[in-house]
C-alpha cells in the first residue's frame, strides 16, 4: 500500500492510527490487507495534503464524502479538475516572466496556439455549471 499509494510505511500507519484508512481484513500473520477504494482514499488524502488541508480537515472531507457516497465520484472529478486547475495557474505564473523576455511576435505565436484550447476549456466549465443545480 505505501509503495502504491506513493508514502512511507510509517504514514500508512499513522492514517490507520487516526483513522483516516483502515485495512479490509488481517492475514493470519497480521498484516493488514487494504482494497483498491483504501488506495484511491490515500491518493485523496494526499491530493488534500499538497493543497495545505490540515489532517482534520481532510477527514472532515473524507467524513462527508463517506456519508455522502452518491456523490463521491462527481466529487473527486470536481476536486481533481480544481487541483489542475490550481496547478495550471501556478504553472502560468511560472512562465510569466519567460514570457516577458521574448520577442513580441514569438510570444503572440505562442498564446495563440493556446487560445482555442483556454476558450474550449472555458466553454466546457460554462456549459457544467449552467447544466448543474443552482447554488
Not at 502560468?92 to 516572466?97: A, D, F, N
Request: glycine share 4%.
Amino acid at each position: 500500500m505505501a509503495k502504491a499509494g506513493d508514502v512511507s510505511e510509517r504514514t500508512i500507519d499513522y492514517y490507520t492510527k487516526l483513522g483516516l484508512i483502515s485495512p479490509e481484513k488481517r492475514t493470519l500473520k497480521n498484516y493488514r490487507l487494504y482494497s483498491h477504494e483504501t488506495l484511491l482514499r490515500l491518493k485523496r488524502i494526499n491530493d488534500l495534503k499538497q493543497e495545505k488541508y490540515t489532517l482534520e480537515e481532510i477527514r472532515q472531507t473524507l467524513d462527508k464524502w463517506d456519508a455522502e457516497p452518491e456523490i463521491n465520484q462527481v466529487s473527486d472529478k470536481l476536486t481533481y479538475l480544481e487541483l489542475h486547475m490550481q496547478q495550471l495557474e501556478r504553472e502560468v505564473k511560472e512562465l510569466s516572466p519567460l514570457l516577458e523576455k521574448m520577442k513580441p511576435g514569438q510570444a503572440s505565436h505562442l498564446l495563440l496556439k493556446l487560445l482555442p484550447q483556454g476558450a474550449a476549456c472555458i466553454e466546457a466549465i460554462r456549459l457544467f455549471l449552467e447544466q448543474g443545480p443552482t447554488i
